[in-house]
Every structure is written in structure tokens, then in C-alpha cells.
């Protein structure tokens, strides 16, 4: 499935399955990532990305299958597994009555390596919050201070759950640089998310989730190159226009609707667009918003998966 | 260790952080020594004392009269039985018994120095200001009709003897303690099930801190409050309201102790049965009041509706509480020592054994 394949995979994870009840949460899960990989599992919500990742940190036990991280069983091995890894999960109200410097002593207290407080301080830019109650701090911040946390025991590999849900955009974008300093020390991270900038911003390579299966994996690009060798004509929704009008404009390979836009996938830009402006100018329409768009790993879920990858 | 300590301190940061919780532990029993204290340690104006007369002559009729003679005592005729009975239920501070033949001694002695009779008075220990102002009242009066003949004729021998009715006070703090042990282990509940419910346990799970830590730091920090609790409640009691400690601090310690220990792991049953932070509120509330008003904490069980009786009889706190009345004031028993401490020792046992095998960390 996959055509750039980790050279040195500290995380290997082979035909794990997962079930609670009928619901397959997980259903035949294999993937691999590469020391010093930012890799991530992308889908909705429900689809079994969490479950994944909490049967790697030992929270949650697999069916069958093998979890390996840095040679480690997880299963088998997880108090080895946990001086060695790091962890954020999706919710991060920690000790709402500790200060910042309390809740990170604290943790360090819990691991036979670890970093000096003030450097984990300065390198999550808490400084200012350092004798804050944390129930004080912004949602912004407070996920600083969770991933902070995953850090302590300096780890090898780190695990952030939804990392930016929930957060304001400039709060995304300061966790997002703080994940780009992690991949400059060389950290290997595994993330998931239900964000597809995030996921195409962030991740080396990314595997597609749904119904506890992974769909599709690869590099962004590759996963796009894939399925889409065209581009995408975009304007606001021409009700007088039937699709089958605009399937059969030259070098068309499909249209499709989302949120008052219409897009026609081209082999061809230009021919298409002369062609388009032609037949509308022919019934007098005129057309609002015209846009050329690269196809997105939005339009490989939409493709992959029916729906749009929303919250 | 170094996780567990830190756990402690971090559990105890939180703990003292917390208003509410500090007011129900600390705050709330002790205005319930002061204010009961407060109601119930006056003393009267005046003390009944019984009068035993073994001798019936006129000597101890003279004698009557010298004690008769301080305004704040009213003397009780009795027999000797009659006369303990009433100091068992409360009825006279003391009993002051003449022998027989004192009379005789008494005559005899104008001619003959090596001549004495003592004079036997009852106290209870236990009751601190009954017995001191007996003993007073004993030697006071006897000083006074010694001062006539030289050497001393008429001599004081104090019996203790332990009274079933306890004063107010002497009750109440015992109780008292051991419904403040009994709030502070129940509460573990609370936090627990916030821990989780903030998934802060599962973020715990992922470190490679181990389970018995955690609950260790638990039980650790509920023993430290139990400590508090014991020295702000006993010393309120002992300090202020002149409550006797009887018993041995180590034996009360130990109480102490198993006691916390019973009701923190009543606390972890309702951890493990709560679902919701606002669940276990409720479940504490709803174990807490029967505990605290059937279990003998602010008057005996003989006195309740026989049906309580029967609940009391069910009931862990009834045996701390007890347990602590025999061994702190001399309290009469409820049941015998040894049942009282097997029962908390099973419950605690029983309690554990039930969260430990269905807590969900999760």
C-alpha cells in the first residue's frame, strides 16, 4: 500500500485489532514508523486513531496483533515502554490546583531520567505561567503544559492525541511550531487528528483511519498524486447548471458539491475554463468566486470515504 | 519513594488548596466539640453527693452536719449500693461512705493518738472536675474536723470506680473523633473519582508510576489528616473542656489508625461505585448521616428506638467509636474490645478487597 516505507521503525505496529462489544474499534491495523518520523493517523472521530494509540502508550490491550516501540513489546514490556515514551491524551485538565512547576515536579518524580523543570519551562514558553495554578491557564497553554509533561522523561517517542482540538488558530499554529522543534531534536512522534492542515502541515507520512482500518497511507503528496493527477476548477454553485453540463466540458474527470462550491476536476485547466466561460456566457450566466485548486488530502477522504472530514 | 512522596505532597497540595474539603475535616468536628463543649460543660451550682452511713451514732451524725455545712452540696442518704448506682447513671458526683464504728474510733482517739478511722469516697477518674472537686470536698471538710484533736484522727480513702454515664463532654469528644475519622476516610472517595473522571488516572496509567503508589500516597495523606483531626479534637477536649484521657496513646493511635483505614476504604467501595464526581457527593452524603446519627455519636445507643438499635448494631462506626470511648475516657463498653477491633479490621479487609478487585481506573 505504501510506497515510502521507514529504513529504522522505532514503532511497529502489525495486525492489531481491537473490539468492544461488535464494534471494531480497531480492525487489522499495520503500520511502521521511522526514527525521527513525524507520522499521523488522520480520520473523523470514532475512527479508532485514539484506540491505536492507547494500545501503544499500554493503556488498552490489543485483541491480537503485535505493538512494538523501540524493540519493546507493549504489551508484554510496558513498564520499560513507559520511562522511555511520552504521552498526551485528547483531554488535558491535570491537577487543577497545582501550579505549573508542581504538576511537571511531580511527573519528573515518576521516571528514573529526566529533564531539569526550568528547561522544560522555557521550552514550552511557560515562563510567565510557571507559578500558576493550572485550572488558571488558557486552553492554549494547558496543552502546552500536557505536552510538556510527555517530555519530562526526555522520550525517544512521543505520543500527541488531537493535540490542537478545541484550540484558537494562534494557539494552533504556537503547538504546531513547538511539534516542528521536536522534529529538529529528533524526536520520533506519532500524532493524530482530525485536521487536514495539521496532518499535511505537520506529518512526513500520514495513514488515512476510518471504521478502524487504515484506507490509505503515504507522504501528503503521495497520497494526492495517487488518486487526483488533476486539478480542480471552484466557483460558488450554479443552480441552472446541471452536472451532467459540466461532465461533459473538455478533459473533465468529475464534479462534486461541498458547502456552496462546485468542483470540476480537470486534466486541463485552461481548456476546461474556456470552455466553461464559453457555455455560460452562451445563457447569459455569470459566474462568482472562479478559483484553480490543487486537489487536497480533504478530496482524498471525501474520495476514500463518502464524507468530509469534519468535526 | 521519590513518586510516592512527591504523590503525598502534590495529593496534599490539592487538599489544602480545597476549601470545602478542609472545612469538613478539620472545621466541622471541631465546632462540634466546642459547641456541644459549650452546652454541655457548665457545671451546676449544685452537687449532689450520697451519704452512706455504715455507723449511725452520734459521731457520724456530727460528721454528716460538717459536711452538710458547704452551701454548694446537697447530701443524699443512701445504702452503700443504692448510693453506687446512682453515681453509675449519674445521679450524685460522688459517694462518701462512714464505716462502722467510727463513732467509737472517733471517742477512742480523744485519749488515744494511734487512734484513726478513714473515711471512703468514691471518684470516677474519668470525670475530671466531678473527682477534683470531691477530692476538695473530702479533704476540705475532714481538715476542718481535725482541727480539734491533734494527730489526726479522721483520715480520706478515695476508691475510684469507672461510672457508666460519662459527662457530655468526656461522650462527645471520643465520638467525635471517630466521626471525623470516619468523614476524612470516606472522602477519599472524592478526589479519586475527580481524578479519574479528568482522566487524570489514565494519564498516570502512562507513566511508569505504579498502581500501589498511587493508592499508597492515598492512604498516606488520609492517615496524616486523621493525625491532625486527633490532636485539634483531642486538645480541644483535654484543653479547653477538661476532658481525662484515660487510655494509652498508643492504643488510641492504634484505633485512630484502623479506623481511618476502614472508612478510607469505604471511601475507595464508593470510589468504585461512582461513576461521576457529583455521584460520589452524593454517595458520601448518603453514607455519612446514618453513620454519624446511628452510630452512638452524640448519644449512647441504649437510648435509641430499638429498630436504630438493630441498624446501629450494623453499623463500623458504632465499634470506632465505642472502641474509642473505652479506651480514651473510660467509656462502658458496647462491645467488648477485642470485637470492636475485629470488626473494623474485617470491614477494612472486606471494604479493600471489594474496590481492589472492581475499581475501574478508566
Given amino acids: 500500500m505504501a510506497t515510502s516505507v521507514p529504513s529504522d521503525p522505532v514503532i511497529r505496529v502489525l495486525e492489531v485489532r481491537k473490539s468492544y462489544g461488535d464494534i471494531h474499534a480497531v480492525d487489522g491495523v499495520s503500520f511502521e514508523v521511522g526514527r525521527g518520523e513525524v507520522f499521523g493517523l488522520l480520520g473523523p472521530n470514532g475512527a479508532g486513531k485514539t484506540t491505536t494509540v492507547e494500545m501503544l502508550e499500554g493503556l488498552r490491550q490489543p485483541d491480537a496483533g503485535r505493538l512494538e516501540i523501540l524493540g519493546l513489546d507493549a504489551v508484554h514490556q510496558p513498564d520499560e515502554l513507559k520511562e522511555r515514551i511520552g504521552v498526551t491524551l485528547q483531554t488535558a485538565e491535570l491537577y487543577p490546583k497545582l501550579t505549573v512547576v508542581e504538576v511537571l515536579d511531580l511527573f519528573r518524580s515518576f521516571y528514573a531520567r529526566t529533564l531539569p523543570t526550568d528547561q522544560l519551562v522555557d521550552f514550552l514558553d511557560l515562563g510567565e505561567r510557571r507559578k500558576a495554578q493550572t485550572r488558571e491557564l488558557s486552553g492554549g497553554q494547558r496543552q502546552r503544559l500536557a505536552v510538556a509533561l510527555a517530555l519530562v522523561n526526555d522520550p525517544e517517542v512521543v505520543f500527541l492525541d488531537e493535540p490542537t482540538t478545541g484550540l484558537d488558530p494562534a494557539a494552533r499554529r504556537s503547538l504546531w511550531d513547538l511539534i516542528e522543534r521536536l522534529r529538529e531534536q529528533g524526536k520520533t512522534i506519532l500524532l493524530t487528528t482530525h485536521y487536514m492542515e495539521e496532518a499535511d502541515h505537520l506529518c512526513d507520512r500520514l495513514a488515512i483511519m476510518d471504521h478502524g482500518r487504515i484506507l490509505e497511507m503515504g507522504t501528503g503528496r503521495e497520497l494526492v498524486d495517487r488518486r487526483f493527477h488533476e486539478r480542480a476548477v471552484r466557483f460558488d454553485d450554479l443552480p441552472q447548471v446541471a452536472d451532467a453540463e459540466l461532465s461533459a466540458l473538455p478533459s473533465v474527470t468529475s464534479v462534486r458539491h461541498d458547502d456552496g462550491s462546485t468542483f470540476v476536476y480537470s486534466r486541463d485547466i485552461p481548456a476546461t475554463i474556456g470552455a466553461l466561460l464559453d457555455t455560460l456566457d452562451a445563457r447569459g450566466l455569470e459566474i462568482d468566486d472562479l478559483g484553480v485548486r490543487k486537489a487536497t488530502l480533504e478530496d482524498v477522504f471525501l474520495e476514500l470515504t463518502g464524507r468530509a472530514l469534519r468535526d | ?362
Fill in chain 2, 1 to 362: 519513594m521519590k513518586a510516592l512522596r512527591a504523590l503525598t505532597i502534590a495529593n496534599f497540595r490539592g487538599y489544602l488548596r480545597d476549601r470545602q474539603a478542609l472545612f469538613w475535616t478539620l472545621a466541622f468536628p471541631l465546632i462540634f466539640v466546642v459547641l456541644f463543649g459549650l452546652i454541655f460543660g457548665g457545671s451546676s451550682d449544685q452537687r449532689s453527693v450520697a451519704w452512706v452511713d455504715e455507723d449511725q451514732s452520734a459521731g457520724s451524725a456530727q460528721l454528716r452536719a460538717a459536711f452538710a455545712s458547704v452551701p454548694a452540696v446537697k447530701l443524699v442518704d443512701e445504702d452503700q449500693q443504692a448510693a453506687l448506682e446512682a453515681m453509675q447513671n449519674g445521679g450524685v458526683v460522688g459517694v462518701i461512705v462512714v464505716p462502722a464504728g467510727y463513732g467509737a474510733t472517733v471517742a477512742a482517739a480523744a485519749t488515744d493518738p494511734t487512734q484513726q478511722v478513714a473515711v471512703t469516697y468514691y471518684i470516677d477518674p474519668s470525670q475530671q472536675t466531678s473527682s477534683a472537686f470531691m477530692t476538695a470536698y473530702v479533704n476540705g471538710v475532714l481538715a476542718q474536723v481535725n482541727l480539734g484533736g491533734k494527730p489526726v484522727a479522721v483520715t480520706s480513702q478515695p476508691q475510684t470506680i469507672q461510672t457508666t454515664q460519662l459527662n457530655a463532654v468526656s461522650y462527645l469528644v471520643p465520638s467525635i473523633l471517630g466521626m471525623a475519622l470516619m468523614q476524612t476516610g470516606i472522602f477519599a472517595a472524592i478526589p479519586l473519582v475527580a481524578d479519574r473522571q479528568k482522566l487524570i488516572l489514565k494519564r498516570l496509567a502512562a507513566t511508569p508510576l505504579r498502581r500501589w503508589q498511587l493508592i499508597g500516597s492515598n492512604v498516606i495523606m488520609r492517615l496524616i489528616i486523621a493525625l491532625v483531626q486527633f490532636v485539634l479534637i483531642v486538645g480541644v477536649g483535654v484543653f479547653v473542656f477538661d476532658v481525662k484521657i484515660v487510655g494509652s496513646l498508643v492504643a488510641i493511635a492504634f484505633l485512630a489508625i484502623l479506623g481511618s483505614l476502614a472508612f478510607t476504604s469505604l471511601g475507595y467501595v464508593i470510589a468504585t461505585l461512582a461513576k461521576t464526581e457529583d455521584a460520589a457527593n452524593g454517595m458520601t452524603s448518603v453514607v455519612q448521616f446514618p453513620l454519624m446519627f446511628l452510630s452512638g455519636t452524640f448519644f449512647p445507643i441504649a437510648a435509641m428506638p430499638d429498630a436504630l438499635q438493630t441498624v446501629a448494631r450494623f453499623l463500623p462506626l458504632t465499634y470506632l467509636s465505642d472502641a474509642l470511648r473505652q479506651v480514651m475516657v473510660g467509656g462502658t463498653a458496647y462491645a467488648p474490645l477485642a470485637v470492636c477491633v475485629a470488626i473494623l479490621a474485617g470491614w477494612t479487609v472486606a471494604c479493600f478487597g471489594f474496590a481492589a478487585r472492581r475499581f475501574q481506573w478508566q
